[in-house]
């Protein structure tokens, strides 16, 4: 366990909704990352998140957005969905910088399916 | 940006034996150098990791080799169990972003 939460574990949704993704950090890590992962693939980086900016994003279009909040938890919005973004949604914590080790704790990740 | 590449993608060994993954990267900048293990339904658990300035690394049964000049590095897992029959990532990171290969599903045969 590594103490990272996401919500929901699974959920599915229509083509052209809208969906928010939860994540809960472990403890004493303030920069959260997001990554996609598509069936029988590596997670893709979408975007990280420090101090509640973004801190660097990955090849996603503007749909693909994130909010981080003062207790570092942090969303994933992605809107106008599409097919292709069925996938695992993983979100990963890290300890401040000063202290980062580069080590990233993956939550379970929450599956979305797009019909 | 950078590519990384991992082969092979399915891996079938014989209880006990040895398994091999490579992964060769394309940033030179990369300095970091995880190893994860994906079990169904779960996600990405960190196993072993290694930094640009070291060439090997070993825990237990795992050991991690990096060669920065050919930009490929290697997990070895020995004397392998039925437990460690799962999906493996390699992934190099160059900043803020972690970049992952494609993942090598391993199956252990009792």
């Known amino acids: 366990e590594t103490g990272v939460t996401q919500s929901p574990t699974h959920l599915i949704k229509t083509r052209g909704q809208q969906v928010t993704l939860r994540c809960s950090s472990q403890s004493g890590h303030n920069t959260v990352s997001w990554y996609q992962q598509a069936l029988g693939q590596g997670p893709q980086f979408i975007f990280q998140?420090?101090?509640?900016?973004?801190?660097g994003r990955g090849n996603f279009p503007p749909r693909f957005s994130g909010l981080q909040f003062p207790n570092y938890s942090s969303e994933l919005n992605v809107n106008a969905l599409e097919l292709d973004d069925s996938a695992l949604y993983l979100c990963?914590?890290?300890?401040?910088?000063?202290?980062?080790?580069?080590?990233?704790?993956f939550g379970e990740g929450s599956r979305l399916t797009v019909l | 940006g950078e590519n990384v590449e991992q082969h092979p993608s399915t891996l079938s060994v014989q209880e006990g034996d040895s398994a091999v993954i490579k992964c060769t990267y394309s940033d030179s900048a990369s300095n970091y150098f995880p190893w994860y293990k994906q079990e169904l339904g779960k996600g990405p658990q960190l196993i072993i990791d290694?930094?640009?300035?070291?060439g090997e690394k070993k825990d237990q049964r795992i050991a991690v080799t990096l060669n920065k000049t050919a930009k490929h590095f290697s997990l070895h897992i020995t004397e392998t169990q039925p437990e460690d029959s799962a999906v493996y990532f390699c992934?190099?990171?160059?900043?803020?972003?972690?970049?992952f290969g494609a993942g090598t599903t391993v199956t252990v045969r009792a």
């Open positions: 998140y420090y101090r509640e900016e973004e801190n």
């Open positions: 290694i930094r640009s300035n070291v």
């Open positions: 990963a914590s890290s300890l401040p910088k000063g202290l980062n080790t580069g080590e990233l704790f």
């Open positions: 992934a190099a990171r160059n900043d803020y972003k972690l970049s």
